[in-house]
């Protein structure tokens, strides 16, 4: 079983970055695809970014050039590296797996993007 933490969020002013972390449990993670997923207030949960074992990744198009996705498999650990946010990045970002049905979600981490 894998479990998720992720960290990282905050209150940032448009045109900021952020780096969210998100460690998994579970030394079968590393064979895993992961994503970072959000979920803004009254929408569906989305993915942002996913991640292959081979380090291959891809982006939702709103995300594409700002949010750049990376893991380090010895800390069974994935990034977010996010710049250049808007207010319409604000969400609770969760990190799973990329494909298929989504293990045990964590208790994500707030982002905020106002003035």
């Known amino acids: 079983q894998v479990h998720f933490v992720e960290s990282g969020g905050g209150l940032v002013q448009p045109g900021g970055s952020l780096r969210l972390s998100c460690a998994a449990s579970?030394?079968?993670?590393?064979?895993?695809?992961a994503g970072w997923y959000r979920q803004a207030p009254g929408k569906q949960r989305e993915l942002v970014a996913g991640?292959?074992?081979?380090?291959?990744?891809n982006y939702a198009d709103s995300v594409k050039g700002r949010f750049t996705i990376s893991r380090d498999n010895a800390k069974n650990t994935v990034y977010l590296q996010m710049n250049s946010l808007s207010p319409e990045d604000t969400a609770v970002y969760y990190c799973n797996v990329a494909t298929g049905a989504p293990l045990t979600w964590g208790q994500g981490t707030q982002v905020t993007v106002s003035s």
């Open positions: 991640i292959g074992r081979g380090d291959n990744t």
């Open positions: 579970g030394s079968a993670f590393r064979f895993l695809g």
